[in-house]
């Protein structure tokens, strides 16, 4: 059973940048894509990115120029960062496994970040 | 890229059979056979009900079905019971390599 875990700070200030972890349990990182997913309060999923287990990366186009996310294989995680945050950016943040590169088939818990001074 | 239009809200008695519909465009639900389906209750992370148009993953009630015709998308849940009362969201891979959901739709069981 693949397991995923978020892990970061949970109130970001406006203008900084938002980082988060997902740590994926052990020997499950390899031949897949593994992507972070958003949901603001009261709203909808919105798809942020995802990374292939070698590195290569695709993001959503309106969030691409503030997206990174990058993979540590031999820790098993891979991570985000998202600049230049404002309010906009307050959500739950999930990280996920994608499997045929189609669809999330594990979920993290989710992990609420508040964007605020 | 836009969201996939989901109705905002469907309905339906225990026992009966409700259709949720997805609507994109041939760069996404009608260009490939990749569209997937997501349970979510409130508080918690969305679960894979349907994937690939039609799959269901090991687990899943057979009362969850997915059709697909042109760029539409659609999952009927038959049988509906109480627990069936959450938000589901579509998903589709599109051209350009990233992946969209829907809008989403909270289904109501009466």
């Known amino acids: 059973q693949v397991q995923l875990q978020e892990s970061g700070p949970g109130l970001v200030k406006p203008s900084e940048t938002l980082s988060l972890t997902c740590n994926v349990s052990?020997?499950?990182?390899?031949?897949?894509?593994w992507s972070w997913i958003r949901q603001p309060p009261g709203k909808g999923l919105e798809w942020i990115g995802y990374i292939y287990y070698s590195g290569s990366t695709n993001y959503n186009p309106s969030l691409e120029s503030r997206v990174t996310i990058s993979i540590d294989t031999s820790k098993n995680q891979f991570s985000l960062k998202l600049n230049s945050v404002t309010a906009a950016d307050t959500a739950v943040y999930y990280c996920a496994r994608v499997t045929h590169g189609s669809h999330f088939d594990y979920w993290g818990q989710g992990t609420l970040v508040t964007v605020s001074s | 890229q836009s969201a996939l239009t989901q109705p905002a809200s469907v309905s339906g008695s225990p026992g009966q059979s409700i259709t949720i519909s997805c609507t994109g465009t041939?760069?996404?639900?009608?260009?490939?056979?990749?569209v997937s389906w997501y349970q979510q209750h409130p508080g918690k992370a969305p679960k894979l009900m349907i994937y690939d148009v039609s799959n269901r993953p090991s687990g899943v009630s057979n009362r969850f079905s997915g059709s697909k015709s042109g760029n539409t998308a659609s999952l009927t849940i038959s049988g509906l019971q109480a627990e069936d009362e959450a938000h589901y969201y579509c998903s589709s891979y599109t051209s350009s390599s990233t992946l969209v959901f829907g809008t989403g739709t909270k289904v109501t069981v009466l």
């Open positions: 052990a020997g499950a990182i390899s031949n897949y894509y």
């Open positions: 041939s760069s996404d639900v009608g260009g490939y056979n990749y």
